[in-house]
């Protein structure tokens, strides 16, 4: 009897724990991209604005379903470089200025621990499923609106 209690409450406390560390309390907006061909494209987005937010991240996300992902705002201009640790689900990233330009879009591989960096100062990192931004036909150059 004791092993069978044993082993529910660990089941238990595994699987509350993963509940969780896949749920997110941040805040979401609409934000829109205007891309070359003037079409706005909306993506839902999670807003990371503090170290802590946007050290977590999609850690342990295990899906990230299309039109969604997660916006990392920065308190100054720099170079940012993100990786995939502890991140299963593939993504891409655009790196965006302080005018809301996109500088970059790069693809990143899970759990992968390797720099993602930008190829300008920043102010901004969007995540989004990988393939979405080729998808929509959103690419470099193109404009997040600044109005979050």
């Known amino acids: 009897m004791r092993k069978y209690t044993f082993a529910l409450l660990l089941f238990l406390v595994f699987f509350v724990s993963a509940g969780c560390a896949s749920k997110s309390k941040l805040p979401v907006k609409k934000l829109t991209i205007l891309n070359s061909e003037g079409k706005a494209i909306h993506v839902k987005a999670e807003i990371a604005s503090t170290f802590e937010e946007r050290k977590n991240g999609f850690m342990f996300r295990q899906t990230i379903p299309d039109g969604t992902g997660m916006l990392f705002v920065f308190e100054e201009d720099q170079i ?67 109005d979050f």
């Open 80 to 146: 940012l470089d993100f990786w995939m640790k502890n991140t299963p689900h593939p993504l891409s990233i655009a790196y965006i200025d302080r005018n809301g330009k996109i500088r970059d879009i790069l693809d990143m591989t899970p759990f992968s621990l390797a720099d993602v960096t930008s190829s300008v100062e920043v102010l901004y990192a969007l995540e989004v499923p990988q393939g979405w931004f080729h998808k929509v036909k959103v690419k470099a150059g193109d404009s997040l609106l600044l």
